[in-house]
């Protein structure tokens, strides 16, 4: 709700999202929203290109280059700074103030439904799509084939971000409209080549395909049981990206909150820990009226619940090899940058 009491969604809005399953807005942050994240990430960038060069991998740090190119230029030498800032590796502040915006707050709250009762998840994902790179392509899938399938008829929000403008020839995400309306998820099975599950061909329903051009400060909200993809970026431009997830607190999480009458509680795991919907990674409380203490509020505790939270993987319940052993997010972790020395991981 806006500080005048207006909601920031027309019922039309509303309506769309609830038939199609997702909803394209612009302008939605501004340039001094973005500007601290754009900067967090070209400092990172910076101190592993010059790690790099340093160790003989790159002939040059690339350091005249812009936000839009500097990155595919590295990447042309060598790959290994790309992958090691994929996913969610990265725990800079910035991200954990971007997930506060009570822009997207305020929008999560309408959506869901959920009286200013909110979760933000680690699940957050850093995704560069680096102009003719194989693995920046993303195939057809839904978010809920990730999570627990005891989530699959639960609303959870993705929130995608560019962080510049994303067209069709920069390999912008499309959407499938109006299949998020079966609680029952398509068929997924591990990608052959890549770290991601993936809709086989077979079972990829025959509906109209929309292609989610978004201008930098725009969003993409989608609900987990959305279809969605993205393709190849055929341009000379890195198409930076970010994807954000919010639930309600009643919802499974694995949040250290205090539970309220009516919320859910899933139990725990074997091996302790509460099952959230996506249990590998840590859920917080990013906005609450009744328990108002126990919201996140500083980047170094967002940092610290991260790093001690305990992994508890996902059910496996898709044919093939699990998604998250495979060797490019191997290659890609953390402790395999060279000296691991990066300004923030």
Known sequence: MHSDGSLPLTSEQVKQFESEGYLLLENVLSDDDLRPVIDNIKSEVDTRARLLFEAGQLTSTYADDDFEHRLGKISAETDQLALSIWNSQLSLPAFFGLLQTPALLDLANQLLQANNEIIASSVYRLRPKIPNYSYGEVPWHQDSAFFEPFCDDKLILTFWLP?????????????????????????????????????????????RIVPAE?????????????????????????????DLRYQSAALPTNAPITRLPGEYVRGTADGGGVIACHPPEPDFLVRSILRPDQVIKQPSDFVRLRTEHKKIPVTQRWKGPQWNAHKLLQKASPSNFIGDQSAAT
């Open 163 to 207: 962080l510049v403008d994303s067209t069709v020839e920069r390999g912008c995400l499309y959407v499938m409209p109006g299949q998020h309306q079966n609680t029952t998820l398509l068929n997924h099975a591990a990608h052959s080549t890549l770290p991601y599950l993936e809709i086989p061909e077979a079972d990829l329903p025959q509906r």
């Open 214 to 242: 978004l201008k930098k400060g725009g969003v993409l909200i989608m609900t987990n049981r959305t279809p969605h993809a993205s393709f190849k970026n055929s341009s000379d431009v890195v198409r930076w990206g970010m």
